[in-house]
């Protein structure tokens, strides 16, 4: 998609501390932003800016998948890699990168928000933007605040000194901005987004919000009203006599073949600098399909790369713990991983969901799915079972996802089997089901670790793979950046254990 590749016109500085060395440095455009706001392009052009920024090299094409996929030890890492051994610090270039990225973000998406309502044009075009901007800023917070707790919150553009450096707000302030920005972004929205696949729609400012309240009903805020909240979110989206199809005025459905999500790769390119094979793509991923809530959408424009994420995983093994986790004959193995010595891609245990599809390290076309359909059918059996037990919808729900699993490439298979009542007569019982069915469902998709942090189970199953010396509570917030601390003049505090 070409907005992902266009060059932000505007020079803003990042939000938080930082702003500070930005705002002494020559800018970086001679276009000020009183000349630049005038025309429907102008808007578009901006907006698009900030959307090469969430799925940019610092954000979704590369820095945040390192934060939410590898801490949670799918891959195979080496005794001494701060991967493996969770030993992350203030000078991390990871927190640095993420901070940075998320606050200019935000900062670019303030600057547009604020002067949106002058412009002169089509009002539904002007309804698309600015629900995709606070869908964006919306999703900014959300991973800030999960990454990092509390956190300076910015609803207006930084343009001076003054409003720079904020104090850090508590968490659950963090979240109330959140949902009102889901919330606002929902109303605005359409069905389908007038600038087409790529952009977020209602469906994906609704979905985004029940996984919100999800979220904020675990640790660290482990407000339990919110799985009510959830619940009522979700049964907007998703059918609860059916949920492998989701009500109307929506129309999402699971993909009838588990391998429609991801591009199946039968002959690999070579990913080195300069390279030139060509990878043999098998089946083509079912791009913004039916199971697509919301996807960044990668693609290479005029020579211009866009999306770097899925090399950095290609060649790269899935680690032991995550091989024996699937029931023998689960076809989602066989999608997430090799499993047989005469696949073409090479090494046993070799992650297949997100292949190389370029010949370089950073030309890949392969989307990414921050939001499947599927993640919201287990969310409702979660949070039915949390308010009401394990009753029959929630047993529906979890049941639809095992169902889909069991279409293997046209072939039913009899793995994995329904759950029955028998398996989980307890909500506990029942919240173990869950908690292993969305480890087999997204298994390197960047789900496991946030997931384990606000079920506070993150030092079990650390445990569970063989890292039990390198639990600390600690980990339930990354360490912010120390260069940002140190500049805050103490507006900012240091997470515990860092």
């Avoid at 929506?250 to 690999?268: G, K, M, R, T």
Wanted: with cysteine; glycine share 8%.
């Amino acid at each position: 998609m070409k907005k992902y590749v266009l060059p932000l016109i505007i020079s803003i500085c990042y939000l938080g501390s930082a702003c500070k060395k930005q705002l002494i440095e020559k800018p970086l455009s001679s276009i000020a932003p009183s000349n630049f706001y005038k025309t429907q392009t102008d808007f578009e052009t901006a907006t698009n800016g900030v959307l090469a920024l969430h799925a940019g090299m610092d954000l979704y094409g590369w820095g945040w998948h390192y934060m939410q996929t590898w801490p949670a030890g799918d891959y195979k890492r080496g005794p001494g890699d701060p991967w493996e051994n969770l030993s992350f610090a203030g000078d991390w270039y990871f927190s640095q990168t993420i901070w940075s990225a998320n606050y200019k973000l935000i900062n670019n998406a303030n600057l547009v928000l604020s002067k949106i309502d002058a412009g002169g044009f089509d009002q539904s075009r002007k309804d698309a933007l600015k629900g995709e901007l606070l869908f964006l800023r919306a999703v900014a917070y959300f991973d800030l605040v999960r990454a990092f707790g509390e956190i300076p919150i910015h609803l207006q553009p930084t343009e001076s000194i003054e409003n720079a450096s904020l104090p850090q707000s508590p968490v659950k302030d963090v979240y109330a901005v959140i949902i009102k920005d889901l919330q606002d972004a929902s109303g605005l929205l359409a069905l389908k987004n007038p600038y087409g696949p790529g952009y977020a729609s209602r469906g994906a400012a609704m979905g985004l919000l029940a996984k919100v309240y999800i979220t904020m009903a675990g640790r660290p805020l482990q407000d339990h009203a919110k799985w009510q909240a959830a619940i009522d979110q979700l049964e907007k989206i998703v059918d609860p006599a059916n949920p492998a199809q989701s009500v109307q005025p929506y129309s999402y459905h699971l993909e009838p073949d588990y391998q429609n999500l991801f591009d199946l790769v039968i002959s690999p390119a070579f990913a080195g600098s300069g390279g030139t094979a060509k990878p043999v793509i098998g089946k083509a991923a079912d791009k913004n399909g039916p199971e697509a809530v919301y996807e960044i959408n990668y693609t290479t424009v005029a020579g211009l790369l866009s999306g770097a994420f899925p090399t950095s995983v290609s060649g790269l093994q899935c680690n032991d713990w995550l091989v024996s986790f699937f029931d023998v004959g689960d076809y989602r193995k066989e999608v997430t991983m090799v499993t047989s010595g005469s696949d073409p891609l090479g090494a046993m245990n070799l992650e297949k969901k997100f292949q190389s599809t370029g010949t370089t390290w950073n030309d890949n076309q392969n989307n990414w799915p921050y939001l499947r359909y599927a993640n919201l059918i287990l969310y409702l059996a979660e949070a039915e079972n949390e308010v009401n037990g394990p009753t029959q919808l929630a047993f529906r729900c979890i049941n639809a996802i095992r169902a889909r699993a069991r279409a293997a490439n046209g072939t039913v298979r009899s793995v994995p089997a329904d759950y029955m009542a028998a398996d989980a007569a307890t909500a506990d019982a029942f919240r173990q089901l869950v908690a292993r069915e969305r480890v087999l469902e997204f298994s390197c998709e960047g789900e496991d670790w946030f997931d384990w942090i606000r079920t506070g189970t993150l030092e079990s199953w650390v445990k569970f793979q063989g890292r039990t010396q390198y639990y600390r509570d600690r980990l339930n917030f990354f360490p912010k950046p120390q260069a940002e601390i140190t500049l805050s003049k103490g507006k900012l505090k240091q997470n515990n254990g860092y």
